[in-house]
């Protein structure tokens, strides 16, 4: 199937500092998605971008669909200790199925 | 309010036993999902429904079975056939149709433990 490589697998920041994470394929996608999950608790979604180019904001989140359609990127600016959580991006091309990278893990330290 | 709803939160099972996981959803939902997520991991497919009475085995459907008889509901059955069960077990849902409803919306989870 369709593989999503995200980067970090891991970070960990002082409270304040910006964070950034990426995704990319090999494949073209025509929806990107951001999703949030914290411990013992199902993803939440973040953000949703549907066209190539897009750049959509969600208060301290920043997402962008990037121009190849094959990658994405994540912001969060002034990290907060809420903020700790594992992120994922998910890619759909057609049809039913999202195809989800592996997740950043994500610690703020206070 | 609308959502999706996974029970158990916990479940222990015996080895050799089947256990079934339920998800229910109220949201009208067209579509149904199961996904497996092992400890640094990300989501695996188990299997997905677009509609009633269908559904269509994901990455990695072997040792497991779903049914989907109603719309609301989506069982995902763990057999003895599964070797390595242990996992936390998540149920998402989807509408039909709709760029904005490309998003799926998850459940709480099932961490399922084999003792």
């Known amino acids: 199937g369709q593989q999503l490589n995200q980067s970090p697998q891991s970070m960990f920041i002082q409270e304040g500092e910006d964070v950034s994470m990426n995704c990319t394929s090999s494949?073209?996608?025509?929806?990107w998605l951001w999703y949030k999950q914290e411990p013992g608790e199902g993803p939440v979604l973040l953000i949703a971008?549907?066209?190539?180019?897009e750049l959509t904001s969600n208060g301290r989140l920043t997402a962008q669909f990037g121009i190849t359609r094959k990658d994405s990127f994540l912001n969060i600016s002034a990290s907060i200790p809420s903020d700790v959580g594992i992120y994922f991006c998910?890619?759909?091309?057609?049809?039913?199925?999202?195809?989800f990278g592996e997740g950043t893990q994500l610690t703020v330290n206070p | 309010d609308g959502g999706i709803t996974q029970s158990p939160k916990y479940l222990f099972r015996k080895e050799g036993q089947n256990v079934t996981l339920s998800c229910e959803q109220n949201?009208?939902?067209?579509?149904m999902y199961w996904y497996r997520q092992d400890p640094g991991q990300g989501l695996r497919l188990i299997y997905y429904?677009?509609?009633?009475?269908?559904?269509q085995k994901g990455d990695i459907a072997e040792g497991y079975s779903v049914s989907r008889e109603k719309k609301e509901s989506f069982p995902l059955t763990v057999t003895s056939a599964q070797k390595n069960p242990t996992a936390f077990y998540l149920c998402?849902?989807?509408?039909?149709?709709?760029?904005?409803?490309?998003?799926?919306?998850f459940g709480s989870g099932t961490r399922l433990t084999v003792v």
């Open positions: 998402a849902s989807r509408s039909g149709t709709g760029q904005a409803n490309y998003g799926y919306t």
């Open positions: 494949s073209i996608f025509n929806t």
């Open positions: 971008l549907y066209k190539a180019g």
């Open positions: 998910a890619g759909q091309s057609g049809g039913s199925r999202l195809t």
């Open positions: 949201l009208n939902h067209d579509a």
């Open positions: 429904s677009q509609i009633v009475n269908d559904f």
